[in-house]
């Protein structure tokens, strides 16, 4: 199956990174829903306070739930596709809250919503307008475990009921694994004329179901490429602007700062610095 496939060949991260700790973790979905969900993620407790966190172009989409114990409710809101990277408000509450959040490729999210995606791009809805039933469902439910793992089996089960695989088409999906296969430096009429479609009903399509034209979601995917071998300190500038086919370096670190804000070895600071305080706090 062409998206087992492409699940197996592309793990996306947030701006968090490889980062895992009580205050940030992911929690792997099973293997029938993992074609489809990209991870569930959340905070091990609940806090008082939450410090503004940098949000990057992760080529997914994030339904989050956030559960008020202090005045016990549920809201949400629903993140789609992003483009930029940015950096979310300080919030400061004497309210005790636990985040949740169910994090979708881009391209599997319409297996879920009730609604399309066009003209969401870097947008921030009420989960009303996208995952009613679902954030119906699933928010009161929310408060019955205390612990992470055990929401996102709530979530799973919840998910596993309304997965409408029928709405993909697997022309499309021959046409996200083109992108990531060859890491994001095809041409979008190439990739289109092998798919058996034209340029222009390929981005409808994509508009549709992801929010994103094929040529901005084929750099969002070449990011993602790059940035893991970042993290992962496998990334030499001058190997990269050859595999990933850019002009030269300059193009590189451009494309790299547009999506993340920083250069490669910013970010490498930036992610150490935040461990180290990480590993303070714990303390």
């Known amino acids: 199956m062409q998206l087992e496939r492409i699940a197996r060949l592309y793990v996306p991260l947030s701006a968090q990174g490889l980062r895992s700790d009580a205050e940030y973790a992911e929690i792997a979905p099973s293997p029938a829903l993992a074609p489809y969900v990209r991870c569930f993620w959340g905070s091990l407790y609940a806090r008082r306070s939450c410090g503004g966190s940098r949000v990057i172009p992760d080529s997914c989409m994030d339904l ?3 559960v008020n114990y202090t005045k016990n409710r549920v809201t949400g809101r629903f993140c789609a596709l992003d483009d930029a990277a940015y950096v979310t408000p300080e919030r400061s509450s004497e309210d005790l809250v ?27 809805f009420d989960p009303e307008e996208h995952f009613s039933s679902l954030f119906h469902a699933l928010s009161p439910r929310l408060f019955e475990p205390d612990d992470l793992v055990a929401r996102a089996r709530l979530a799973e089960a919840e998910l596993m009921r309304r997965l409408r695989p029928d709405r993909l088409a697997s022309a499309l999906l ?44 084929a750099q969002l995917i070449r990011h993602q490429l790059i940035y893991r071998e970042v993290l992962e300190g496998r990334f030499r500038a001058l190997d990269a602007v050859e595999k990933y086919g850019y002009a030269d370096q300059s193009h590189l670190l451009r494309d790299f700062r547009r999506f993340q804000g920083v250069l490669p070895g910013e970010l490498l600071w930036k992610n150490n610095e935040s461990c180290r305080i990480s590993s303070i706090h714990e303390e």
């Open 64 to 66: 989050i739930f956030e």
């Open 98 to 124: 636990a985040s949740f959040g169910i994090r979708f490729y881009a391209w599997t999210a319409a297996c879920f919503a009730e609604a399309d995606f066009r003209d969401a791009l870097g947008r921030v």
């Open 174 to 217: 021959n046409v996200i694994y083109g992108m990531i296969s060859g890491c994001g430096r095809e041409k979008v009429g190439e990739i289109a004329a092998r798919a058996g479609m034209s340029g222009r009903h390929l981005e409808r399509i994509m508009l549709r179901l992801t929010g994103a034209g094929p040529k901005l979601l």
